[in-house]
């Protein structure tokens, strides 16, 4: 299996812009999860999808932030407008089961920067 | 007071020592408990899950201190390829029935020669 996938791995853009991010889950995987790395907060959740739909958005910092799954194998993290406070690495996960007894499977990562 | 701490470190030991870390985590209806390990500029993966009993996988065991709610990574006879970040997940069941990981914010480890 080539792992979860995640494009762009590195996006440089300037504020105000839309950015999308992509994932692509390890097949058969139910669970999908974006999160957000900063030095300054760590590791934060921001959504997770069961079977396409999403569970807990409560992650999602504020409504410039949008996340959708449309398919099993497909997922996007949406920014608009990007701001510079924006900037860090988001990471995609899936994960057979919720989080309770099964681990999460990371992908290489999208680190983003706003101009 | 954060959901998941952990001692950011560094921890700065010799190879060959004997290191270990903890992890607190305040909510008491947390389910299970996970160490994770990141390497720098990569993502994490999993080392190893807590189970209640206690577990141990060659060099490393981990414990969970429900009591004190705590979790616990010792790593014995440090190697050069142990640098890296530690991260402690805590899973806790929402109100809306669905598991919840929390990351701790990590502790770094720099095994020297």
């Known amino acids: 299996d080539a792992g979860v996938i995640q494009s762009p791995r590195h996006e440089v853009t300037e504020m105000g812009q839309e950015v999308t991010l992509r994932c692509k889950p390890i097949s058969g995987h139910d669970y999908l999860f974006w999160y957000r790395q900063t030095m300054m907060r760590g590791l934060e959740l921001l959504i997770y999808f069961n079977n396409n739909v999403p569970i807990d958005d409560s992650g999602m910092p504020e409504d410039r932030f949008s996340a959708k799954m449309p398919n099993a194998s497909f997922s996007t993290l949406k920014i608009q407008p990007s701001e510079p406070r924006d900037s860090a690495v988001y990471f995609c996960?899936?994960?057979?089961?919720?989080?309770?007894?099964?681990?999460?499977?990371f992908g290489p990562g999208t680190r983003l920067l706003v101009l | 007071r954060k959901e998941v701490e952990q001692d950011p470190g560094p921890f700065n030991v010799p190879e060959g020592a004997t290191v270990a870390f903890n992890c607190t985590y305040s909510n008491s209806a947390s389910q299970s408990f996970f160490w994770y390990r990141q390497d720098c500029r990569k993502e994490p993966k999993l080392l190893m899950s807590?189970?209640?009993s206690g577990n141990e996988d060659g060099r490393f065991t981990a414990q969970l201190n429900r009591a004190s709610q705590y979790i616990s990574l010792l790593i014995r006879d440090s190697k050069l390829s142990d640098s890296a970040t530690y991260l402690c997940?805590?899973?806790?069941?929402?109100?809306?029935?669905?598991?919840?990981?929390?990351f701790g914010r990590g502790t770094s480890l720099i095994v020297h020669p």
């Open positions: 997940v805590v899973n806790t069941l929402s109100s809306g029935g669905s598991y919840i990981p929390t």
């Open positions: 807590v189970y209640s």
């Open positions: 996960a899936s994960s057979p089961v919720a989080g309770g007894q099964e681990t999460q499977y």
